[in-house]
């Protein structure tokens, strides 16, 4: 039959592992978040690169100087379709990232709660022994003083 302490302890060992990989779970989603978000961002980059490229083209060819205007809507529509994107992968991280703190927060709370509860059982060990050192000094008192009457 196992003791209810045990129990309790394997408990609370099992809380603090679920709290840990909580944790790690959601640095993982915010690690892919950062990344979905650099992507993004190189999009947008590589976007600005082309219509620069076609505006100079634009301006140089009369061919591309018709078909600019066209071009440029349809880019200015992926320009808002990406920043539309970033707001909402930018929103995503912070809440994430909240979720994440209060993660860590529930993880350091069970931490906490253990290293107390182990102190606890130090001092309690501890006062239990000094008890029994305590109680063979007194009963080797007692008989040197009977032996030093007799």
Same mark, same amino acid.
């Given at each position: 039959m196992?003791?209810?302490?045990s129990?309790?302890?394997?408990?609370?060992?099992?809380l603090?592992r679920?709290?840990k990989?909580?944790v790690?779970?959601?640095?993982?989603?915010?690690?892919?978040?950062?990344?979905? *978000? %650099?992507?993004?961002?190189? &999009?947008?980059?590589?976007? @600005?690169a082309t219509?620069?490229? =076609? $505006?100079?083209?634009?301006? !140089?060819?009369?061919i591309?100087?018709y078909?600019?205007?066209?071009?440029? *809507? %349809?880019?200015?529509?992926? &320009?808002?379709?990406l920043? @539309?994107?970033l707001?909402?992968? =930018? $929103?995503?991280?912070?809440? !994430?990232?909240?979720?994440?703190?209060?993660?860590?927060?529930?993880?350091?709370?069970a931490?906490?709660?253990?290293?107390?509860?182990?102190e606890?059982e130090?001092?309690?060990?501890? $006062?239990k022994?000094?008890?029994?050192?305590?109680?063979?000094?007194?009963?080797?008192?007692?008989?040197?003083?009977?032996?030093?009457q007799?």
């Open positions: 196992r003791k209810k302490g129990r309790e302890m394997k408990s609370r060992e099992a603090i679920l709290q990989w909580n790690d779970e959601i640095r993982r989603k915010l690690a892919d978040l950062e990344g979905m *978000r %650099a992507e993004f961002e190189g &999009r947008r980059a590589e976007l @600005e219509v620069a490229d =076609e $505006r100079r083209f634009g301006e !140089t060819s009369p591309g100087s078909a600019y205007p066209t071009f440029a *809507r %349809a880019m200015n529509d992926r &320009r808002q379709k920043e @539309e994107s707001r909402g992968i =930018e $929103r995503e991280i912070a809440t !994430t990232k909240d979720a994440l703190s209060d993660a860590f927060g529930e993880l350091k709370k931490e906490l709660l253990e290293e107390s509860r182990l606890r130090r001092l309690e060990l501890n $006062r022994e000094q008890a029994e050192v305590d109680e063979v000094a007194l009963k080797t008192f007692r008989r040197r003083q009977l032996e030093g007799a």
